[in-house]
């Protein structure tokens, strides 16, 4: 199983603002794949704010194409750099979605011209850049972002994950997938596990 983010670990160098309103803060991305799920809505807290306007943090994925809400979760006592909270939906490919975070307490992180170059690429999660699509986009509200805050980046990012699994051990995996197509299973040289799949799209099982 594969993970890809926009960010990465490392520090972004993003500064700290409140502009006395609630806001929410969102990342356009999409996946250039099929079989992939939004993991994980990530966000940069800055130092100093992480138990002030920046706490209360929701973190949401959104399909815009659509304008519906996909997954939330709340996050727990954020702390200074990388915060996560754990989400899960299920992506179609070239669909553009939003990773956000509602901020009721007014502060958000933010860093220009982040996208106003090339896309942003990690296997298959793109981040695009404002020539291709609208980035950076935000609402002064708890709702769906409408803004255009491009080429801003509001300190959001997103953790996709494929289906892929290595099973190396004995007992029993079980597998959940979302997949249009043909989903190859394969037994790790040396497993001895009993492997349970269960498919929630449309297509075939090739298991090895």
Known sequence: MATYTGFGAAD???GAFNDALPITAATVFKATASGLTATKVRVWVPSGHESTDMAGLVGR?????????????????PSAGWNEVAVS???????WYGASVYSPNQGYSAKAAVFSGADIVNGPLTLPGSAVHLNGMYAYADSI???NGSPTWF????????????????GVLAVTVAQ??????VRAA???????????????????
């Open 12 to 14: 972004p160098v993003a």
């Open 180 to 185: 249009t197509g043909t989903v190859a299973v």
């Open 61 to 77: 994925v959104y399909n815009l194409d659509a304008s519906t809400l996909l997954a939330e979760a709340a996050f727990t006592s």
């Open 190 to 208: 040396g497993g001895s596990a009993a492997l349970v799949v269960t498919m929630t799209g449309s297509g075939s099982l090739v298991a090895a």
């Open 89 to 95: 939906a299920a992506l179609t490919s070239g669909v």
């Open 145 to 147: 972002p409408v803004n």
């Open 155 to 170: 300190g959001v990012d997103v953790e996709v994950t494929d289906g892929g699994v290595t099973q190396n051990g004995t």
